[in-house]
């Protein structure tokens, strides 16, 4: 079988499975699950082989026209480098990690069916966007994806944080795709096709009349899909759905989309400095904000959610400095420990009956408890604090590496100024990511007070995945040398100056943040007021995380003691914790800035409408009915009348035609 054939099959099998899934899921529920992992395994077995007979050489390309347009032709085409085949891989290995582990996590759900045969859409519009050669076809798995999240985080839509959470996704998404989409057909006008080599091809012989303008066009789209400032609110509150789904979402799917994009289409963007620099100031912003806020989230779900916006925000600096190998280096070593993470957050909140940290940490004994999730989530947060010899050290490093060569002035393709922006913002973000990583470890299983609840074992389905993800979060970054091909070539080494800097901001991180966080556990033992208050503007917050998910705590679960919960969150952060809690207060600007507008036009819109153009309509009809109504008092049914009125007409029209007569005699 040929490895185009191979490539055709990797999105096609989920596919199959979601339609199979959605028509059996209430006839035949037996076949649900197998329908849900089955298909999902074997496409993430065979997009491993697809990466294997590509080998990192020359890009495998394939197309047939999908549709005459008369114009810009549409092809339904593939392209197959070495960024492509391994980010597949990624898609299919956590994909079928999410599925195996909602068999168990959901397995009460009445509404599993449907959930899982959305996930298998979900992997196959990803996979569809990772192969497509094509920027239409890529739009339609683009598109499927925003569909898909709708449903998934409105998954428990009985709640009104799981439907006004998947609303706010779906229309900030699209806020975004609407100059997305522009920028897709100014890009496709400008080089005659929406084939990728081709758009690429006229990119090298300097054929864009308007590069700017596309690339920031086209950066909306990814700064919506990929939660990026100032596009990013939807991301944290999108936690209100299943755990499972954020693991998809934020590691191999959705806004891993975005980076992609942009890495497929680096040369697009490069062609314009400023859009360079507008993208350096977008990552610089999001990822110090997006650090700042994780310090001070109480759900845990919520400090991860905050955690892979920062994140992305290092992808999206390294592709601002032009180096796109270290880009995807750590979309794909992030995608492995993020979800770990989030699948480990799973097993932490079916254990603990909460998603709050605060809850957590008035628990004792809680990693005890849950020894495969205490270890694996450990591997995981010492990665994405980028402590050597963890994966996320060598990614984080390949991207300061990228920005200090751009800073200096090496780089042909960035500005030293966006090179600065991501150095500065990134050795900030690596102290700030290893704080709240800290701080989310010491909370959740460093706990002081009543025991926390024992319910056995947890299901093999998810402690297994787990144990899966810690192997490639450990020791993925000592393997990138061997994944040299795949990278343009590229070594993705460290330099001292950047291990020096990069290290150094987490271990500050680290030891501030136990430091604080064992004078806080001291006072509050104390009973020292401060020492872990909770600010008023929070308290509803907390109040919400220490609510369990629905229908994903199936045991009964003791009440917590309230009492204060030692966080040194608050010290860290200081005046800045309770507008670094909400987000700084984005949403409310929002809302004052274009909701209330909107709103207002809206109200006005619907007076005119209303008071002005129906009293128009209203009096166009009101005319004809009062004439309707006169003709009609003459119309009695009386024959005698109706001849009276002919004889008097006609009286009436003699008389006149005998006084015209003599007025013109007389003239």
Not at 223 to 235: D, M, N, R, V
Not at 391 to 406: I, M, N, R, T
Not at 419 to 441: H, P, Q
Request: proline letters at 5%; charged letters at 10%.
């Amino acid at each position: 079988m040929s490895t185009t054939t191979l490539a055709v099959l990797v999105p096609l099998l989920p596919f199959l499975a979601a339609v199979a899934g959605l028509l059996l899921g209430r006839t035949a529920p037996g076949f649900v699950r197998p329908l849900a992992v089955l298909p999902t395994l074997a496409a993430a077995v065979l997009a491993v082989l697809v990466a294997v007979r590509q080998g990192g050489g020359q890009a495998i390309d394939a197309a047939t026209e999908l549709t005459p347009t008369g114009s810009v032709p549409i092809e339904l085409s593939l392209h197959l480098d070495g960024f492509a085949v391994l980010v597949a891989v990624l898609v299919g290995v956590v994909a079928t990690c999410v599925q195996l582990y909602s068999t168990a996590y959901l397995r009460e759900d009445p509404r599993y069916p449907s959930y899982a045969a959305l996930v298998s859409l979900f992997t196959s519009a990803m996979l569809l966007v990772v192969y497509s050669g094509d920027l239409m076809v890529l739009l339609v798995g683009w598109e499927i994806m925003g569909i898909c999240s709708y449903f998934l985080v409105g998954h428990y839509w009985e709640t009104e944080a799981a439907r006004s959470a998947s609303l706010k996704a779906f229309l900030v998404t699209k806020l975004g795709d609407v100059p997305f989409l522009i920028g897709l057909f100014a890009l496709a006008a400008d080089a005659g096709s929406f084939q990728i080599t081709k758009v690429l091809g006229t990119v090298a012989a300097g054929g864009l009349d308007h590069p700017t303008l596309i690339a920031l066009l086209l950066l909306a789209g990814v700064a919506g899909k990929s939660a990026q400032f100032p596009l990013h609110t939807w991301l944290p509150d999108a936690m209100a759905g299943p755990t499972p789904v954020s693991a998809l979402i934020h590691a191999a799917t959705m806004v891993a989309a975005g980076v992609y994009f942009i890495a497929r289409l680096l040369p697009v963007f490069t062609a314009s400095r400023a859009a360079l620099v507008v993208m350096a100031v977008m990552a610089a912003v999001t990822m110090v904000g997006s650090g700042l806020a994780a310090l001070a989230q109480d759900d845990i779900k919520r400090v991860l959610a905050y955690s892979t916006v920062g994140q992305l925000g290092y992808m999206t600096g390294a592709l601002a400095v032009g180096d796109r190998a270290a880009a995807v280096f750590h979309l794909l070593s992030h995608g492995v420990f993020k979800a770990l993470l989030f699948l480990g957050a799973g097993v932490i909140i079916h254990a603990a009956g909460t998603n709050s940290l605060a809850a957590m940490s008035r628990m004792d004994g809680l990693a005890r408890r849950i020894p495969d999730a205490f270890w694996t989530v450990t591997i995981a947060l010492l990665a994405l604090a980028a402590i050597p010899p963890f994966a996320g050290f060598f990614s984080k490093e390949a991207v300061l590496v990228a920005a200090e060569h751009a800073a200096g002035g090496h780089s042909d393709l960035a500005p030293s100024a966006a090179g600065w922006l991501v150095l500065v913002a990134g050795v900030l973000t690596a102290l700030l990511t290893a704080a709240y990583a800290t701080r989310l470890w010491l909370m959740a299983f460093r706990g002081r007070g009543a025991a926390a609840p024992d319910h056995g074992k947890e299901p093999v389905a998810m402690t297994g995945v787990l144990w899966l993800l810690a192997a490639p979060s450990l020791a993925f970054g000592l393997a990138a040398g061997s994944l040299a091909d795949w990278f343009d070539g590229k070594e993705l080494t460290p330099t001292v100056t950047t291990s020096v800097l990069g290290t150094g901001a987490a271990l500050i991180g680290v030891l501030l943040t136990y430091a604080l966080w064992q004078r806080a556990t001291a006072r509050a033992a104390a009973g020292i007021p401060g020492g872990g208050s909770v600010p008023a503007s929070v308290a509803a917050a907390v109040s919400a995380a220490e609510t369990p998910e629905v229908a994903e705590v199936t045991h009964e679960h003791p009440t917590v003691p309230a009492a204060p919960a030692p966080d040194p969150g608050q010290a860290l952060l200081g005046p800045l914790h309770r507008h670094a809690a909400d987000g700084f207060h984005l949403d409310a600007v929002y809302d004052r800035l274009f909701v209330r507008p909107v709103r207002a036009a809206a109200r006005l819109v619907r007076f005119l409408d209303r008071e002005v153009v129906d009293t128009y309509v209203r009096g166009a009809g009101a005319g004809p009915r009062l004439l309707g109504g006169l003709v009609r008092r003459a119309q009695t049914g009386n024959v005698q009348s109706y001849l009276s009125a002919l004889l008097a007409g006609a009286v009436v029209l003699a008389i006149a035609t005998a006084v015209l007569a003599n007025l013109n005699a007389g003239s």
